[in-house]
């Protein structure tokens, strides 16, 4: 391996296949740049004299675990926004929300759980939780659960902070903003009674024992996610998103993604013409 302020691409190959061991994200040849870039701050955090050395540091260092905590936050992408996607949003909450309170009412259930797997700053769950505070009168003496996750650490303190710019909210409706936001500073603060209905875990998805755990989910979303893994990573995760499911449960993806050639398990219905992965029932 050789030592040098550039990454090389032997030390490319093994610091690629280290976090993709790790986390199930894949950095192909053509993003090496990327990677590289995102990697230099930590370099400097560490006193790595070259990115061979953080290899190392990664490998044999005490404090590896701490680091890879840090390394997650650098090399995820984290670009969202409130109401993000709308007609996949309508879809949910016109299709899929109004198909599972109608079936659960049949049953005599009243608990819905949704899950935001890949949550990043939190615009996706909260989103979701005041698609739920605009239908509390259908929803009345109902249990609505939303669990929110994400690889990084730093994501979920900015999702828990529940603080956003106006870039964040650019596509939230006025009177949503009037009625779950308040100001703060020129920013906007999601309210209390919004940010209780979300609950926050770090979670790695390729870590199979803690993903097969999550059990019970109604719906998941997993939007703009997958598309950082490779398919054998991929089908691995989307396998364990069908065991979480509760019988006629839904799995939404972002719009430009789809499980061709990765699962078989689901049928593809549309809601409002958007397509929505179901886990049929038994």
């Given at each position: 391996?050789?030592?040098?302020?550039?990454?090389?691409?032997?030390?490319?190959?093994?610091?690629?296949?280290?976090?993709?061991?790790?986390?199930?994200?894949?950095?192909?040849?053509?993003?090496?740049?990327?990677?590289?870039?995102?990697?230099?701050?930590?370099?400097?955090?560490?006193?790595?004299?070259?990115f061979?050395?953080?290899?190392?540091?990664?490998?044999?260092?005490?404090?590896?675990?701490?680091?890879f905590?840090?390394?997650?936050?650098?090399v995820?992408?984290?670009?969202?926004?409130?109401?993000?996607?709308?007609?996949?949003?309508?879809?949910?909450?016109?299709?899929?929300?109004?198909?599972?309170?109608?079936?659960?009412?049949?049953?005599?259930?009243?608990?819905?759980?949704?899950?935001?797997?890949?949550?990043?700053?939190?615009?996706?769950?909260?989103?979701?939780?005041?698609i739920?505070?605009?239908?509390?009168?259908?929803?009345?003496?109902w249990?609505?659960?939303?669990?929110?996750?994400?690889?990084?650490?730093g994501?979920?303190?900015?999702?828990?902070?529940?603080i956003?710019?106006?870039?964040?909210?650019?596509?939230?409706?006025?009177?949503?903003?009037?009625?779950?936001?308040?100001?703060?500073?020129?920013?906007?603060?999601?309210?209390?009674?919004?940010?209780?209905?979300v609950?926050?875990?770090?979670?790695n998805l390729?870590?199979?024992?803690?993903?097969?755990?999550?059990r019970?989910?109604?719906?998941?979303?997993?939007?703009?996610?997958?598309?950082?893994?490779?398919?054998?990573?991929?089908?691995?995760?989307?396998?364990?998103?069908?065991?979480?499911?509760?019988?006629?449960?839904?799995?939404f993806?972002?719009?430009?993604?789809?499980?061709?050639?990765?699962?078989?398990?689901?049928?593809?219905?549309?809601?409002?013409g958007?397509?929505?992965?179901?886990?049929?029932?038994?």
């Amino acid at each position: 391996m050789e030592k040098q302020m550039s990454l090389g691409n032997e030390t490319f190959r093994l610091l690629r296949d280290m976090i993709y061991e790790q986390s199930g994200i894949f950095f192909p040849e053509s993003k090496k740049y990327l990677l590289e870039n995102r990697l230099r701050r930590r370099l400097e955090e560490r006193n790595c004299q070259t990115f061979e050395d953080y290899y190392y540091f990664l490998k044999y260092d005490p404090g590896r675990e701490g680091e890879f905590l840090c390394l997650f936050d650098v090399v995820t992408t984290n670009e969202t926004s409130f109401f993000r996607d709308p007609g996949q949003l309508m879809a949910f909450e016109n299709g899929v929300l109004h198909t599972l309170v109608k079936e659960k009412e049949t049953r005599g259930e009243k608990r819905l759980r949704f899950w935001s797997a890949g949550c990043s700053t939190g615009e996706e769950p909260y989103t979701l939780a005041i698609i739920i505070k605009e239908r509390q009168e259908q929803l009345k003496n109902w249990t609505v659960e939303i669990m929110a996750s994400d690889i990084s650490e730093g994501v979920l303190q900015s999702a828990k902070r529940a603080i956003y710019n106006q870039n964040a909210i650019r596509n939230t409706p006025p009177a949503i903003l009037t009625r779950y936001f308040r100001n703060s500073g020129g920013n906007y603060a999601v309210k209390e009674e919004v940010k209780n209905l979300v609950r926050f875990y770090r979670l790695n998805l390729f870590d199979q024992a803690r993903v097969r755990a999550v059990r019970g989910m109604d719906v998941v979303f997993c939007r703009n996610v997958l598309i950082y893994f490779e398919d054998k990573a991929k089908k691995h995760v989307v396998s364990w998103f069908y065991d979480s499911l509760n019988p006629g449960g839904y799995l939404f993806l972002g719009h430009a993604e789809s499980l061709y050639n990765i699962s078989r398990a689901f049928k593809l219905v549309n809601f409002d013409g958007r397509p929505v992965y179901k886990k049929e029932a038994v």
